[in-house]
Nanobody, 123 residues
Framework: QVQLVESGGGLVQPGGSLRLSCAAS????????MGWYRQPPGKQRELVAT???????NYADSVKGRFTIASDNARNTGYLHMNNLKPEDTAVYYC?????????????????WGRGTQATVSS
């Protein structure tokens, strides 16, 4: 199996920055794509940003120009750099990855989710 562990959340003032990390572990051959999602209080989970193995990125309109998604393929780790944070960015941030890995002697591909990390933007 594959595990994703997020880190880097916390409390920050409006206009501040946070860097989230997502570390993938297991018998991984390749991370095909990685994404960050968030779930604000009382709302549904929403897409924030995605990145493919070749570096193609996609962002929600609400974060364009403020957030940057990146990945370190050699370390199986993804990042979300969040700048100029606003109170409406407050949410639990989840990492998602589409991973090719070894399971019971076979190469398979599945989607995995982390447990999330809380980011709170407040003065």
């Amino acid at each position: 199996q594959v595990q994703l562990v997020e880190s880097g959340g916390g409390l920050v003032q409006p206009g501040g920055s946070l860097r989230l990390s997502c570390a993938a572990s297991g018998l991984i051959f390749r991370i095909n794509a990685m994404g960050w999602y968030r779930q604000p209080p009382g709302k549904q989970r929403e897409l924030v940003a995605t990145i493919t193995n070749d570096g193609t990125t996609n962002y929600a309109d609400s974060v364009k120009g403020r957030f940057t998604i990146a990945s370190d393929n050699a370390r199986n780790t993804g990042y979300l750099h969040m700048n100029n944070l606003k109170p409406e960015d407050t949410a639990v941030y989840y990492c998602n990855a589409n991973v090719r890995y070894l399971r019971n002697g076979y190469s398979v591909t599945d989607d995995f989710w982390g447990r999330g990390t809380q980011a709170t933007v407040s003065s």
